[in-house]
């Protein structure tokens, strides 16, 4: 089976977040994935909130520098992939993570992935920030 998630991001026609909004706005797509809560399924909306603690943890109260994009990213990563192997469900995850800073450029992001749509899934989270956007994804597969 195959499944494809895309997810144009930030750019000029991407959606912000009201300056006086304390929490940032959030856009999530979820495509090729298990739904059902079951204690061995990927269950995209699970993994969503995971993925958007992590990355309202550590940029919610920051503004863009290129010298702290690599330390934030591997932050989210992380914090993400904390969070997952706390789930213990029989699954490698992949974690991504895209921050970009807003400067009216269009950023598109894509995969196709085989795999088995019955128990592997995927999901993606973008989230606008006043002055960068990021966008991270999990990939799941069932050991």
């Known amino acids: ?3 494809i998630l895309a997810h144009p ?4 026609s ?5 300056s006086h909004s304390p929490v940032p706005a959030h856009r999530v797509r979820v495509q090729a994935g298990m739904e059902d809560e079951g204690e061995n399924e990927f269950v995209g909306e699970q993994v969503n909130e995971i993925l958007k603690n992590a990355i309202t943890k550590n940029l919610s109260n920051v503004h863009y520098n290129k010298d702290r994009v690599n330390s934030w990213s591997t932050s989210i990563i992380d914090d993400t992939l904390k969070e997952l192997a706390k789930l213990n ?3 490698k995850y992949v974690v991504t993570c895209v921050i970009m800073q807003k400067s009216g450029s269009s950023l598109h992001n894509g995969v196709s992935l085989f795999w088995d749509t019955k128990t592997d899934g995927a999901t993606c989270v973008q989230v606008g920030l006043d002055t960068m956007d990021c966008i991270a994804s999990v990939f799941g597969c069932m050991i």
Do not use: C, D, N, V
């Open 9 to 12: 991001a930030a750019g000029p």
């Open 14 to 18: 991407a959606p912000t977040p009201s």
């Open 1 to 3: 089976a195959q499944a």
């Open 89 to 91: 469900k029989p699954f």
